[in-house]
């Protein structure tokens, strides 16, 4: 899956973040291609019904908006911020409602949209949450998925892409609050990250 970081596709990266980056996991174009066939999976399960696309905040935000814009069922949008690693490289398997919904959810249905599940711990936590919310329907779709990580049965329903257990940034992922505008998935070089 990995490819070296050819130049040209770091041509979008910012300069000031480009040095940091080792390799590209999944580069722009792949991951736009499986969003249309994602899109296109999510319209025709849930064709005829409206759905409503709950992001967790933040790594969710390029995803909801790419995925939002590409289905042609009716649907809204809505946040929830939960913060489960603060500024560490792995899960501390707390989690903690930074933002709620604006708004209550019983009879919807529900799809969370996440940029990748690891441990699954925090997505147990929001699953669990949410259904005792009694929406009609609950579930997930994932840019990203590390299957090596999982510490907790998750059942997501559309995943983007499987990646290994290394630490990936881009596409919303962030270390340290940095690399969420890269619009691939990138890795860090260790040094970054002291690593
Ligand atoms: C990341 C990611 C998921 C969670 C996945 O969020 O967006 O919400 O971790 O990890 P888990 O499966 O081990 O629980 P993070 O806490 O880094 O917040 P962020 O999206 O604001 O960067």
Redesign the pocket.
Known sequence: MAEPAASHMLDTVPPVLRDDIEEVLVDEARIQARLDELAAEIDRDYAGHDVLLIG?????ILLMADLTRRLTINSSIDFM?????GSATS?SGT?RILKDLDAAIEGLHVLIV??????????DYLMKNLRSRRPASLEVVALLTKPT?REVDIPVRYVGFEVPDVFVVGY???YAERYRSVRSIVTLKPEVYGG
């Open positions: 967790v905040l933040k790594g969710a911020a939960v913060s489960s690693y899960s989690v996440e940029d990748i599940v690891d441990s699954g711990l925090t997505l990580r919303g992922l962030d």
